[in-house]
């Protein structure tokens, strides 16, 4: 089976603090990949960052950056420097297998304050 | 290229009433995903694609049909609703042959049944 927790429901910051968002996943597959979407008020799904299982380099892009660690299963999302337009729910996500049967994590909502 | 497209965006229906969702993608992906999200959680696989003419079932099919006549399209049916589909839906599609894995998603359609 697989999984994905996001054990934070709401985290709440004021702005230009910075917050990592955790993700823990669960496969038996040694082949998987690791996703972070963004969904703002408006409702969307904003893709940010894919990881697969043989890449534990960290990324960073501007203000964003991941750490994946095989070796706990977890796949945290980092924000540096928080502004209020960051203010979403934010998804981990993992497929695996062929058939690309993605399973979302319940979501975090974060909530930046001027 | 407009990506997914979504119809209706919302929709009200009464219970034990029909209707089919559309969802239309415009990038040759050959897999296609139906996803519903119920208030404050993730995504919830309904049903997927691999290509025309193949479909499977996800986390939650019950209450649903889907079929792939086309590479571009993937309705979903509600034969007869009720209230616990109240719900957004989102379509999404990717393309495994390349190795993106990247699951590109409509703007979702907002259902509630009453």
């Known amino acids: 089976a697989q999984k994905v927790t996001q054990a934070q429901t709401e985290i709440s910051v004021v702005e230009k603090e910075d917050v990592t968002l955790d993700c823990v996943y669960e496969?038996?597959?040694?082949?998987?990949?690791l996703f972070w979407y963004k969904q703002p008020p408006s409702g969307e799904l904003v893709f940010l960052i894919r990881r697969n299982s043989f890449d534990e380099q960290n990324e960073i892009s501007g203000r964003y950056s991941w750490n994946f660690q095989k070796s706990t299963s977890s796949f945290n999302f980092t924000i540096t420097a928080s502004q209020v337009v960051d203010s979403a729910v934010y998804f981990c996500?993992?497929?695996?297998?062929?058939?690309?049967?993605?399973?979302f994590g319940a979501g975090t909502r974060l909530t930046v304050k001027p | 290229n407009a990506g997914v497209t979504q119809t209706p965006k919302f929709r009200i229906l009464k219970i034990g009433q029909s209707m089919t969702l559309q969802c239309t993608q415009d990038?040759?992906?050959?897999?296609m995903y139906w996803y519903r999200q119920d208030p404050g959680m993730g995504l919830k696989l309904i049903y997927y694609s691999v290509g025309a003419g193949i479909t499977d079932k996800g986390e939650v099919p019950n209450g649903y049909n889907v079929s792939r006549s086309t590479t571009e399209d993937f309705p979903l049916r509600l034969e007869l609703a009720a209230p616990s589909q109240t719900s957004v839906y989102f379509c999404?599609?990717?393309?495994?042959?390349?190795?993106?894995?990247?699951?590109?998603f409509g703007p979702g359609t907002r259902l509630t049944v009453t």
């Open positions: 496969t038996r597959d040694t082949t998987y990949y």
């Open positions: 990038m040759n992906h050959n897999y």
């Open positions: 996500a993992l497929i695996r297998g062929v058939n690309n049967d993605m399973r």
């Open positions: 999404a599609s990717s393309s495994i042959g390349t190795g993106d894995y990247e699951q590109y």
